[in-house]
């Protein structure tokens, strides 16, 4: 089979070349370059088209099936599944470059951070044991003056790199671990839910308690898969929208 050149896979990249490659599949798919029912190259084809080893093919193969996006039958292949119901792309708007291209200023200000020992539940997402100690921080992105998101994190301690309040201050995740390649972070699990905002949250953000809210988790994942932030946004439901991306089969 002839395999029309895709995107390269850059080895330099902090990024794991199965995930570049996952990710280009996963365009191809979004694209409709790959339609539902269409059999997937194979690990060799995908290997020897990228320079990589079966097992980074097999591995990226694993990532899309996890995801539901591409399912295996056994002594046929691989093909990409239909789409669920459930499932969708939402574009998340990014608060600094929606005031750049508004003409307005964005801020963050950072309302607390301490040393904390890691709960059940942040424990569990962050793959850690009960107890460890955690950084948890919390801060407001304003826009134009206005506070828009409440930001709640819980960072992974990392003794050799502590972070200092002017990173804490920034406004992108990324920045907090600008100094740790192997911390660095390259990708998210994100999961988007309808909330309401509590008489705390709507006193920070300046709207009334029970107006509704869109909560974003978040789980960061550095390039050797290693879960270093989760946390939630909370964005104002009368400030805010998401565009979801679907294909019409």
């Given amino acids: 089979m002839s395999l029309e050149k ?52 097999r591995k990226a193969i694993s990532l899309l099936t996890e995801k539901g996006l591409v399912r295996r039958e056994k002594g046929r292949g691989t093909f990409v ?5 459930e499932g969708g792309l939402f574009l998340i708007p990014d608060l600094h470059d929606e005031m750049r291209m ?42 134009g003056g206005e506070p828009l998101v409440l930001d709640r994190k819980y960072v992974l301690l990392d003794r050799s790199q502590p972070l200092l309040e002017s990173e804490l ?6 920045e907090l671990f600008a100094g740790n390649a192997e911390m660095a972070p390259v990708r998210a699990d994100l999961k988007l ?26 789980l960061i994942f550095a390039a050797n898969d290693k879960r270093v932030i989760w946390g939630w946004l909370l964005y104002r439901g009368d400030r805010f929208s998401f565009e979801s991306v679907s294909r019409l089969l």
């Fill in 6 to 57: 895709r995107e390269q896979i850059d080895g330099d990249s902090f990024v794991p070349a199965y995930f570049q490659l996952a990710q280009v599949l996963h365009g191809e798919i979004l694209n409709g370059s790959l339609r539902p029912g269409d059999r997937v190259p194979s690990e060799n084809e995908l290997s020897e088209e990228y320079g990589l080893s079966r097992m980074t093919a």
């Fill in 81 to 85: 599944s239909r789409p669920r119901v």
């Fill in 193 to 218: 839910s309808a909330t309401v905002l509590s008489a705390r949250e709507a006193q920070l953000l300046g709207g009334k308690k029970g107006a509704p809210a869109f909560c974003m988790e978040q």
């Fill in 102 to 143: 508004q003409g307005l200023s964005s801020d963050v200000r950072l309302l607390g951070v301490k040393m904390v020992p890691a709960g059940r539940v942040p424990a569990g997402k962050l793959g850690i044991k009960n107890g460890e100690k955690v950084i948890f921080l919390e801060r407001v992105l304003e826009g």
């Fill in 169 to 174: 201050g920034h406004g992108s995740t990324e």
